[in-house]
């Protein structure tokens, strides 16, 4: 499974020398447009047309059919129609943080596919803190939430702001000692470690994927993480309903798409974070070259779930949403966390 | 906030067949000046500065505990008020005290302080006609802009003088940032007139303390389309019929013109023959499956967050009853398929289609629902979020006039349908749906068991019609082609509409159009509930309040 991080192997293509910092520099910018490039055309593929058919096909509609097969060009007719349109920048917003909210909040989840290992080659760093700094980077959205929600001058964003932050931080703390499980078991915070890790089998053919030895850490972190992305039944901080759209209620145009686009890079991230340490990475039957397929599959997988709950199930109440996440999730996940490091202890 | 001590309300009046006025005079004494026969009722008149006294008598010591409707006009030597009462047990009981009011300067004595719901009641006669009431709470102008001129139903009103409201004019609420003055950490909110959650243009003045809501005051008036004002001017034979469709447009709007047909049927005395009434008794169940469809789909909006599975599902099963709508009577939305002595026509060619198709929808509706059980009732965070939220106690419901599945909800057992029955409803085998939750969760399973009911009386009514004789299907009687109903006659007539009590309250003046057309709306009535219910609950539950409330702004502002 482990193969050379892509930068070195960009460079060996080029036939340039990977030893010197230079080239490993310019071949680490192309690996990152690419990695960039491919999770874009991801969230491309499922902001303006995937996500309306799932939609649909839960509620017994057609959606976009008209344009190209399958609707398929609705795509370029989004991102024509929504960066032609005007860019309302309303009174009083304190515009250097209200500016750079939606940048903050599309490229931080972007950053933390730099250490997933998507098979087939793709991967562009493998730091040995690999999983801390997936999650630490994935947070940063939470600042761009505060930032957006303070600085647009709107008593419903500021609600959302104010909300996305209680939510993340009841979250993220069972988000991450639920991935600290795994690292008791894998023995390494490395990405490419916990992969290699999960590469054996558990019983007959069943491969030895922590979602299979953990289901409990495997559920456990499922909801968390439907919560940090804040789809149903914990999208508390647009609230549609509520609070208008909460954090994101006064941009339009451009930085309402980098919003946008930010929240689906970042589904697709937790996407990336569960195929990782929990579902064997780019794992899958066939040659090694096929990763790639196998990891994108199974980050779809969890992208239809997020999309599944949205359609099916109602919204809880902020306080509802607190008390879940600090008296039952907390609780839980130590309680999980407690228990693998005492049976790691003793079988290992 | 009234009068009311804790009374069991006696029997004073009541006989065998109907209520015996002399009693319930007897009982007011110097009070009543006056008798007055209204078609409905015997109109008591009395003294503008004795309304509280007399009206608080009426309720604890005689039971009228339903203030139903206040309807205000302006006669050529008064003004008059008439607070139309019945009573929740039996509505057919019924009394009105009218109470005038000088020409030069009206004002009486509000009746705020005895029936809560007269407040609103009051301040739209105020607001319309321009009688001051002593004693309200809080008189201001309901539909209209604060800044309106005149009172546009009293008789010097100038109709041609165009008035326009400029946003500059009208108070902005976006001006300044207002607290509620007696705690600094409390934020205001304006919740609409355009949000995704007040189903319509409303306009909730809402005061948080953090997440809870701390005040709430509905803002109404911006869908007021002079609705009576419009029935005013129209001729009763047909002119009115298509307006009652814009009232209630959830897709009640037959209901809605039986409200009126009831009325006005009434009034000329014009009898309905049997098939045609069959005819509008299942085509109003058919139309109130399409309102609760419409309440659930938009309750599950709110809870749920999106337009979600729920919603969806809700509209295509509502879609077949549209459909079904639309066969019978040629429209979707807008039917005008009752006329004053029967419907418009028969039921379409071929007869057998059409009931099949009817059959149809009934033979799927349990699965539906069942399905809509499945992933609205019985999920665990939809009862989460729904049960014990939004409590509305049977005595608030009574105070403010609530009827409908929102009175049900609150275990109040009152029905038109049942307990002044019009129609074919007695002869038919079904029952009235109560749940004593009191919470939104009661409110929305009230709604659902409800269109269970339907369901059974459009199947009762589908085998009458295929069974009627064919040379018997009589759909209209006989009705002068212009209708001029006996001068100074006065009439208040209610149905059991999809969302409550609709009332119509007209006053002929020998001409062939009403002298007045007063339109008692049940949403208007259910909304006053709003404050009570959401008081320190949080943002979301008061949310779903006002969905569970299923406010249609058309009735509400009219």
């Known amino acids: 499974m482990q ?16 030893d010197s910092t230079p080239v490993m520099i310019v071949m680490s910018l192309i690996g990152a447009a690419l990695i960039g490039s491919l999770m874009m055309t991801n969230t491309a593929l499922a902001g303006p047309w995937a996500k309306r058919k799932i939609t649909a096909a839960f509620t017994d509609r057609i959606a976009v059919d008209r344009i190209g097969p399958f609707g398929l060009l609705i795509i370029a007719a989004d991102s024509v129609r929504l960066l032609s349109k005007e860019l309302i920048i309303p009174d009083g917003v304190d515009r250097p943080a209200w500016d750079l909210a939606p940048l903050l909040i599309a490229s931080s989840a972007l950053l933390g596919f730099a250490v997933i290992p998507m098979g087939s080659g793709l991967h562009l760093a493998d730091p040995e803190v690999g999983l801390a700094y997936v999650f630490a980077t994935a947070s940063i959205a939470s600042v761009g939430l505060v930032m957006a929600g303070y600085a647009s001058n709107n008593k419903y964003s500021f609600l959302g702001g104010l909300r996305a932050v209680a939510q993340n931080v009841a979250y993220e703390i069972p988000l991450i000692l639920t991935g600290a499980s795994v690292v008791i078991f894998a023995g390494s915070l490395q990405m490419s470690e916990i992969v ?8 007959g053919p069943i491969p030895s994927w922590y979602a299979f030895v953990n289901p409990f850490a495997f559920v456990l972190f499922m909801i968390a993480n439907l919560a940090e992305v804040g789809r149903n039944p914990f999208d508390i901080p647009e609230a549609p309903t509520e609070i208008v759209a909460g954090y994101q209620t006064e941009y339009s145009s451009v930085y309402f798409v980098l919003i946008y686009l930010g929240e689906f890079i970042h589904i697709f991230l937790g996407g990336a974070i569960i195929a990782t340490i929990f579902l064997g990475g780019p794992a899958g039957p066939g040659p090694a070259a096929l990763g790639i397929v196998w990891f994108l599959i199974k980050i779809w997988g969890v992208f239809l779930f997020t999309q599944w709950a949205r359609s099916a199930v109602p919204r809880v109440r902020i306080d509802q949403l607190i008390e879940i996440g600090w008296k039952g999730m907390l609780v839980l996940s130590l309680a999980n966390l407690l228990l693998t490091a005492v049976i790691v202890g003793v079988v290992a | 906030m009234s009068l009311e001590k804790p009374s069991t309300p006696t029997d004073i009046g009541v006989t065998e067949d109907g209520i015996d006025y002399d009693a319930l005079a007897e009982l007011l004494g110097g009070h009543v000046l006056d008798r007055e026969q209204h078609i409905n009722a015997e109109g008591f008149v009395i003294r503008p500065d004795e309304v509280q006294q007399v009206l608080s008598t009426l309720k604890e010591e005689a039971g009228f505990d339903h203030c139903a409707c206040v309807t205000a006009q302006e006669y050529d030597d008064r003004y008059e008020s008439i607070y139309h009462l019945r009573k929740y047990d039996d509505p057919t009981q019924e009394l009105s005290v009218v109470v005038p009011s000088p020409k030069d300067d009206p004002h009486n004595e509000s009746a705020a302080r005895v029936y809560d719901t007269a407040s609103w009641h009051e301040r739209e006669a105020y607001d319309l006609v321009g009688i001051d009431y002593d004693d309200h709470p809080d008189l201001r102008r309901i539909l209209l802009p604060e800044t309106w001129q005149g009172h546009p139903l009293s008789q010097d009103f100038n109709q041609d003088q165009p008035q326009i409201v400029t946003l500059r004019e009208n108070a902005n609420p976006l001006q300044e940032d207002k607290r509620s003055e007696d705690d600094p950490d409390t934020m205001f909110v304006n919740i609409g007139p355009h949000h995704p959650a007040t189903h319509g243009v409303l306009h909730v003045k809402t005061v948080l303390d953090g997440e809870q809501v701390a005040d709430v005051d509905p803002d109404i008036g911006y869908l007021h389309r002079c609705e009576e004002q419009m029935c005013e001017h129209g001729t009763y034979r047909h002119q009115i019929m298509p307006y009652p469709d814009r009232w209630d447009y959830s897709g009640a709007g037959i209901i809605n013109e039986w409200a009126y047909a009831r009325a006005a049927e009434d009034l000329a005395d ?20 399409t309102g609760h469809m419409l309440a659930l789909g938009t309750f599950a909006l709110d809870v749920f967050g999106d337009f979600t599975a729920i919603f969806q599902y809700a509209f295509r099963d509502r879609e077949v009853v549209q459909n079904i709508l639309e066969d019978l009577t040629g429209q979707r939305l807008m039917f005008n398929y009752l006329r004053l002595g029967g419907v418009a026509w028969d039921l379409p060619e071929p007869r057998e289609e059409f009931f099949e198709k009817v059959r149809d929808f009934l033979d799927d509706l349990p699965y539906k629902l069942e399905e809509y059980h499945d992933l609205i009732t ?5 009862q989460m979020r729904c049960v014990d939220t939004g409590n509305l106690s049977p005595e608030t419901v ?3 006039g609530a009827t409908g599945p929102v009175a049900r909800g609150s275990g109040v057992d009152y029905d038109l349908r049942r307990d002044d029955p019009y129609g074919y409803y007695d002869e038919l085998d079904w029952n009235v749906v109560t749940e004593s939750g009191c919470d939104n969760f009661s409110r929305v399973l009230v709604r659902m068991r409800e269109v269970e009911e339907s369901a059974r009386i459009i199947e009762q009514c589908i085998d009458l019609l295929e069974q009627w004789p064919e040379d018997d299907r009589e759909i209209q009687a006989n009705v002068p082609r212009t209708l001029r109903p006996d001068p100074d006659e006065e009439i208040y007539r209610a149905v059991e509409g999809a969302k409550g009590e609709l009332g119509i309250y007209i006053r002929s003046d020998g001409t062939d159009k009403p002298a007045r057309f007063k339109i008692r709306s049940p949403c208007f009535s259910n909304l006053q509930t709003l404050p009570e219910m959401v008081q320190g609950e949080y943002i979301p539950d008061m949310v779903a309040s006002l969905g569970s409330l299923d406010i249609i702004l058309g009735e509400v502002d009219r």
């Open chain 2, 378 to 382: 019985g999920n665990e965070i939809f």
């Open chain 2, 398 to 400: 009574k105070a403010y």
């Open chain 1, 3 to 18: 193969s050379a991080p892509l930068p070195e192997t960009l460079a060996e293509l080029a036939g340039l020398n990977p």
């Open chain 2, 270 to 289: 014009i009898e309905v023959p049997e098939y045609a009434q069959i005819i509008r008794t299942m085509s109003a169940e058919l139309c109130r499956i």
């Open chain 1, 196 to 203: 290699a890790a999960q590469s054996q089998t558990l019983v």
